[in-house]
């Protein structure tokens, strides 16, 4: 039902109240019992227990957890202990994380108001806000939270602030009238109050109309518990990566036993041959560094000022695709800031945005003094004047946006209201109200002369002015002055200035007037004030940066299309030809209609949550990865729902903190664009040590495999893949994760959503390299087998030391997709003490007579060393040597 189209009669009528006495005591009960208390409802949660274990249903730990199982048949336990250590801490990690990501609604909560003054039994009465019931009569202040949803039956200049529901940033006139027009939206539903917004101003009376789950609020609240929480891409990609392992590690299994029994060896041993194969195709430590990567970017992250709430979402970042952000608070200050001034025909600019009182006065882009233009002065101080806003010592504003930014121009200009006041005494108000259209007050001064200051719609002060403030003097308003306001009047409106006029009047006599309001006519026009939300000053350059990345960025807000388009074309959200769309004709798209036309519009203006969730939807249809930002109460659907949802941590509401996977600490647009940055690293350093790993394993599974067909003896044995798995591998890797980015990362396009991990010619890399791994380990092998044929641990120690230096050389290879040479190898120290360490590990195996005999090892004389090295570096440099020439 749309309450606002109803008259106060209906809406009593309909909900059982009474505008005398309100409920009583009796009804109040009947209806509580029937409607519930007035909360917001939380969904059925799943048990800890269970939430715990839906963390193993994981492909890849299920892959995991099988190479366990094999591990222990081969009695290799130390690797069974080690995979189960892994696969429990990404479990209680990941149970951890998704605890605390559900609080949205409990957040939600602490917006409902704990009291409200409700009318019953005909006497006025605090009571608990989750007592009131549909029908109560409820009576809101400046300063109250409102406690349900209501339709207004009176309101003496009651103002609401409603950015943390509507997303607009000014606070919104109330008014009992009925409103005409169906598919209203919310900020513009005049005659209604909204659970969870706040009284700014002024009074008035109102009936409840819903409460619960039934209010706005609580239909946001609907929205989060019933949004989809999607899959990263890494968690698809390792997902893809697991199955691809399994699927090979059966391929071999199947291969060497069948291959061995043809060659005449019994089925026990190849089956135990096969089973050693498929757990070395498995990296086992690949969650792990997966992990601790993304953990280590987290920490950059935080120095960068974006708090990761969920690991996974750190990489998504690197493939968003489109941003769609919230104006009000993100793109903008959520500041209103006058920034043109117009008085007796001429223009001034006003730089300094916010509340920062520093600023100049700026005419044809020279400054100017004010002091040397009365009608300019005048125009400051009656604006200053005739104001209900405070200016407090901690620099923080008390009162309606727009009083503030009058005051904060005048305070640039050295005009202070408090000083002003000295002067003058305010002897009677006429509050602002929607039907006039001003405010005004009559003043006194020291020698007792009267004058009365109004402020308010151009348009009006205009009409009821017979003179204007022109040449320094009073002059009769003419035919070429009407002419000059009106031009000003619309230049300021086109650009989307919220634009203040300012007059006065001389009061004959020294008698108090009856009212101010008998004085509001025969006006002198003195000038107008044009003020807007700015946006951020480092905004512009981020979106440009965005742009050069492949990121789109999309401006979603509740403010009005004219003030939304403005900004976008200021921040060059908005390009030639681009569209925007209001709430209205959103409504009437359907769902394929908004996916056929999302990739055209640029703004989206006069938005419900219900919107900004139908907008997320279609761009991810279109194959967009989508993060959203925003800051308040109306953003946490979208922002949930969103492939990486990012919220303020300055401005934001713990609703949208709570419904994020990224908090900007900063509240900076910019920061998005350094997190992207970051993002994308972490995903390229993932496919680094994948490529790292995967070739490694490769070659160890390849040294086997061609052993076994070539009837040569085990180069390997089990202990030697083990430590090779977890030192040689692991340390490398993980250095690998926390390699600086290339200059090209934020100068290529977003990788495609579908993109796989072996995409970009990774799963040839992996292959080529790891069959030369193992080529020249089996070809060192043999070497030195048949050197010393009756010294086989000596040729399986020079195997064992050709594959870890093949490794180790391969590992600086992986820190580009173009070339070894590309890169400084000193550009990852953390890399080359990984390499030091394993080379000094490696070292302790061969040389402490202790381990030699654990790991089957001897030492090897400096010919052995020139042919492990020189065999140890072929995969590395011949392959960069094959790629250089097929460039010429």
């Known amino acids: 039902m749309n309450w606002y189209e109803l008259s106060k009669e209906e809406v009593e009528r309909l909900t059982g109240s009474n505008l005398e006495i309100g409920l009583s005591e009796k009804e109040s009960q009947k209806k509580l019992k029937s409607a519930g208390y007035n909360q917001l409802q939380e969904g059925k949660k799943p048990s800890a227990l269970l939430v715990f274990f839906a963390q193993f249903k994981d492909f890849m730990v299920l892959v995991l957890l099988a190479a366990t199982l094999l591990s222990g048949l ?67 202040s400046a300063g109250d939270r409102v406690g349900a949803d209501i339709r207004m039956v009176s309101a003496k200049g009651l103002y609401i602030e409603e950015s943390a529901l509507t997303g607009e940033s000014i606070p919104v006139q109330k008014k009992s009238e009925a409103i005409r027009g169906s598919g209203l939206a919310l900020g513009d539903q005049s005659n209604m109050a909204f659970m969870g917004t706040m009284a700014t101003r002024g009074s008035g009376t109102g009936i409840v109309i819903a409460t619960g789950m039934n209010t706005e609020m609580g239909k946001i609240a609907h929205l989060i518990q019933n949004a989809d929480a999607l899959a990263t891409p890494l968690q698809l990609k390792l997902e893809q990566l697991g199955k691809v392992l399994i699927g090979l590690a059966l391929l071999l299994t199947v291969l060497v036993v069948v291959t061995g029994v043809y060659r005449g060896h019994d089925l026990y041993s190849m089956v135990l041959a096969g089973v050693s194969l498929a757990v070395a195709a498995i990296p086992e430590g690949l969650p792990a560094i997966v992990t601790i990567a993304l953990a280590l970017g987290v920490q950059k992250m935080i120095k960068r000022r974006a708090i990761v709430r969920k690991l996974p979402s750190v990489e998504t970042l690197g493939c968003a695709t489109v941003i769609c952000s919230d104006k009000t608070g993100t793109l903008t200050q959520n500041k209103m800031t006058v920034t043109h001034l117009w008085s007796e025909g001429v223009t001034w600019n006003v730089t300094g945005s916010g509340y920062d009182t520093e600023g100049d006065f700026l005419r044809n882009g020279q400054k100017t003094r004010v002091d040397q233009h009365d009608g300019l002065l005048q125009l400051l101080s009656y604006g200053a004047i005739c104001n209900n806003a405070e200016l407090q010592e901690s620099g923080r504003i008390m009162g309606d946006p727009t009083e503030a930014a009058l005051l904060i121009s005048a305070a640039k200009a050295g005009l202070a209201k408090e000083s002003m006041l000295d002067a003058l005494e305010i002897i009677d108000e006429v509050p602002f ?39 320094g003097r009073r002059q009769l308003l003419k035919q070429n002055h009407t002419e000059q306001v009106k031009e000003a009047i619309m230049g300021l409106g086109s650009q989307a200035l919220r634009t203040i006029a300012v007059a006065y009047k001389p009061i004959n006599g020294k008698d108090d007037p009856v009212s101010g309001s008998s004085y509001e006519n025969h006006l002198t026009f003195v000038g107008l004030q044009g003020m807007i939300d700015p946006p951020r000053e480092e905004v512009k350059e981020s979106i440009e940066r965005c742009h ?193 980015a290339e200059d090209n990362v934020m100068k290529r396009a977003p990788r495609k959503p579908n993109e796989g991990v072996f995409s970009r010619g990774l799963g040839w890399k992996i292959i080529s390299r790891g069959f030369m791994i193992g080529a020249v380990t089996i070809l060192a092998f043999w070497t030195a087998l048949n050197e010393h044929p009756d010294q086989l641990m000596k040729a399986q120690t020079v195997a064992f030391c050709t594959l870890v230096m093949a490794q180790l050389i391969h590992v600086f290879d992986c820190r580009s997709e173009r070339s070894v040479l590309h890169r400084n190898p ?34 090897l004389s400096f010919r052995d060393w020139l042919l492990v090295m020189g065999m140890a570096a072929i995969p590395t440099f011949a392959l960069t040597g094959f790629q250089a020439f097929k460039k010429l």
Do not use: C
């Open 433 to 471: 109200d929607s039907m006039r259209k001003m405010m005004s007050v009559v003043v006194r001064n020291t020698n007792g002369e009267m004058f009365l200051i109004a402020k308010g719609a151009p348009d009006v002060l205009l009409e009821k002015s017979d003179y204007v403030l022109w040449d």
């Open 826 to 859: 000193f550009g990852n120290m953390a890399l080359v003490l990984a390499v030091l360490s394993s080379v000094a590990l490696l070292l302790v195996v061969m040389y402490i007579g202790p381990l030699q005999g654990i790991f089957h090892t001897v030492p």
């Open 548 to 740: 050069e990345a492949g990121i789109k960025t999309v401006m979603i807000t509740g403010d009005h299309a004219v003030t939304a388009s403005a900004i976008a074309r200021q921040l060059n959200i908005l390009p030639k030809g681009g569209k925007v769309v209001d709430g209205a004709a959103l409504s009437l798209m359907s769902e394929d209609d908004l996916v056929r036309e999302a990739e055209n519009i640029y703004v989206y203006a006069r938005v419900s949550p219900e919107h900004k969730l139908k907008i997320v939807k279609a761009l991810q249809k279109r194959g967009h990865i989508v993060a959203m930002t925003g800051d308040g109460v109306n953003d946490a659907p979208a922002i949930k729902s969103a492939n990486i949802g990012i919220a303020m941590g300055i401005t934001g509401t713990d609703v949208a903190k709570e419904a994020s996977s990224l908090v900007l600490s900063d509240d900076n647009f910019a920061t998005i664009r350094a997190a992207i940055e970051e993002g994308r690293n972490i995903y390229e350093n993932i496919r680094k040590f994948i490529r790292y790993l995967l070739a490694s394993n490769v070659g160890e599974i390849l040294v086997m495999l061609f052993a076994m067909i070539l009837s040569m003896p085990m180069p390997l044995v089990p202990i030697q893949i083990l430590w090779v798995n977890l030192v040689t591998d692991g340390l490398p890797a993980m250095a690998l994760g926390i390699d600086p």
């Open 74 to 140: 081969l009695g290799e336990y130390l690797d069974a202990i080690a995979i189960i250590l892994i696969v429990i801490m990404n479990g209680i990690l990941g149970f951890i994380q998704e605890r605390k990501a559900e609080k949205s609604l409990s957040a939600l909560r602490e917006l409902s108001a704990p009291s409200a003054m409700v009318m019953r039994n005909g006497s006025w009465s605090p009571i608990s806000a989750k007592e009131l019931v549909p029908g109560d009569l409820v009576r809101l």
